[in-house]
């Protein structure tokens, strides 16, 4: 067996990216070719048909250098009796809510220029909402993925402290870099580590009961709030040795044993 080949749920992601640069591209395309389009904005828009092009490219370069071959409309996540995915209906929404939030912007410059003052401030007031409403769909679609993997057999591989006892970063850092991509603040430490998705099968805490939305505060009396924070409380043990950790299960406050497993290698 090819330990390098791509799992097909990556491919699957990355051809339905790449479809989506394809169209980006041909967007890009018509309205850089469009007549009335000044020098300056042409040259931005060639960059950005460039820009295209290349990471259509590169995704098709990676998939070859790991034995794959993306095609056009490879499906993603789970699909079970004709249902989609609920990534790609997220994907659909947060793409929906996007062109909204664009089209409300072009209604607001033109209800300014205008000076239809009500008008303007409609579209101002249904943009940030459609902005908060976006933010919030955005911070699903992480959990949602971890859920499709999951039921399709497809396990956490990140062997760090952390996602070792079961409480997986990898979801949690998804989040923060999705947020970074529209210059959105990382999550705010809250009381405790929360569980942004539920513990791996089989992992301590799951095996301790530990459900999504609990909450670790504290590791031998040392409170944390963060990723970081947490795993070096972690590594201050011994793969195999046994710390106490205090838990909010269920809305409850609970002290649990729970043993370091694993490690950067």
């Given at each position: 067996m090819n330990d390098n080949r791509l799992p097909g749920a990556i491919i699957g992601r990355m051809s339905r990216v790449r479809t989506m640069e394809s169209r980006l591209f041909d967007r890009i395309e018509e309205v850089r070719t469009a007549t009335a389009i000044d020098r300056a904005p042409g040259e931005n828009f060639t960059r950005l048909s460039a820009l295209a092009a290349s990471h259509r490219l590169a995704l098709e370069e990676v998939a070859r250098l790991r034995g794959a071959e993306l095609n056009r409309l490879e499906p993603t996540g789970v699909h079970r009796e004709g249902k989609r995915a609920l990534s790609e209906l997220l994907e659909d929404a947060v793409s929906a809510a996007t062109s909204a939030l664009v089209a409300y912007g072009a209604l607001y410059a033109t209800a300014r220029l205008l000076y239809e003052n009500e008008v303007c401030d409609l579209a101002d007031a249904h943009a940030a909402e459609w902005a908060r409403e976006l933010a919030a769909l955005n911070d699903f679609l992480a959990p949602a993925v971890h859920d499709e993997l999951l039921s399709e057999g497809l396990t956490c591989?990140?062997?760090?402290?952390?996602?070792?006892?079961?409480?997986?970063?990898?979801?949690?850092?998804?989040?923060?870099?999705?947020?970074?991509?529209?210059?959105?603040?990382?999550?705010?430490p809250s009381d405790g580590l929360e569980l942004r998705v539920a513990p791996r099968p089989g992992s301590p805490l799951w095996q301790e009961g530990l459900e999504r939305g609990d909450r670790i505060i504290a590791i031998d009396g040392e409170l944390v709030h963060t990723n970081p924070e947490i795993q070096r409380a972690l590594r201050g043990h011994p793969i195999g040795n046994a710390m106490t950790m205090q838990v909010i299960r269920a809305g409850n406050p609970h002290e649990i044993r729970v043993a370091?497993?694993?490690?950067?290698p």
């Open positions: 591989r990140c062997i760090c402290p952390t996602c070792g006892i079961g409480a997986c970063g990898c979801t949690r850092n998804s989040i923060d870099t999705i947020r970074g991509y529209s210059g959105r603040p990382e999550l705010e370091r497993v694993s490690d950067h």
